[in-house]
């Protein structure tokens, strides 16, 4: 197979779109549950090697929390939704209505609200790409961890072995308030090997 890092524009703008719609889904979905406005843009997509990603995207050492989940149906795979701890105690804050800066920590409950918002963006951006590829994508129950933006990688990946090499990054954004904060984070796809090929023939590049 080529590299396919080097996906063209145009294949990279229907990934894009795809992932447009599903997180135009989930900013619905967490406006609805946080009765308050939260919007969500994807300014980036790219394409990395798995090992390679999270030096890409954050500096060593950074803390994140990682929501996992797995994909079912006629893809699988692994997502992975990866927010700095900071921008995750300001978004349990929101999950949680409480005023910002209230969250000093990560306990029981704030990791619960992680996992569902992390749950609700999994599966728009799933349905998206489902409906985008005219298949049943379904996501797992969600799991937490909270480290290393490398360790979490690693635990993403592990038992992959050899069909691990490739993960589409979208870069989210949450955006809230009137003031137009904005939360960064990124959203990572880690298809299997013949998930991989199924949406590589999906946008033309098969």
Do not use: W
């Not at 700095?84 to 300001?90: F, H, L």
């Not at 933006?149 to 069909?163: D, K, T």
């Not at 490739?166 to 013949?194: H, K, M, W």
Request: charged letters at 20%; proline letters at 4%; glycine letters at 8%.
């Amino acid at each position: 197979m080529d590299d396919v890092r080097d996906l063209k524009e145009l294949q990279l703008d229907a990934l894009r779109e795809v992932a447009n719609i599903g997180g135009g889904h989930a900013a619905t979905a967490l406006s609805q549950m946080t009765n308050r406005r939260i919007m969500i843009s994807v300014p980036k997509i790219f394409v990395s090697h798995l090992d390679e990603v999270s030096a890409q995207i954050f500096e060593p050492g950074v803390p994140v929390a990682g929501v996992l989940m797995h994909m079912m149906g006629d893809l699988t795979g692994r997502t992975l939704l990866l927010v700095p701890e900071p921008n995750a105690t300001v978004l349990c804050d929101l999950l949680l209505s409480r005023a910002v800066g209230t969250t000093q920590q990560l306990g029981v409950l704030e990791q619960s609200a992680l996992k569902e918002a992390g749950n609700i963006l999994g599966a728009a951006y799933l349905n998206a790409l489902s409906d985008f590829m005219k298949m049943m994508l379904l996501p797992s129950v969600p799991s937490l961890v909270i480290d290393t933006a490398g360790a979490v990688v690693s635990s993403a990946y592990l038992n992959f072995g050899r069909e691990r090499d490739y993960v589409f990054c979208i870069e989210t954004q949450f955006e809230f308030d009137e003031a137009g904060r904005i939360l960064p984070g990124y959203f990572l796809l880690l298809p299997d090997l013949v998930s991989l090929r199924a949406i590589l023939d999906a946008i033309g590049l098969g």
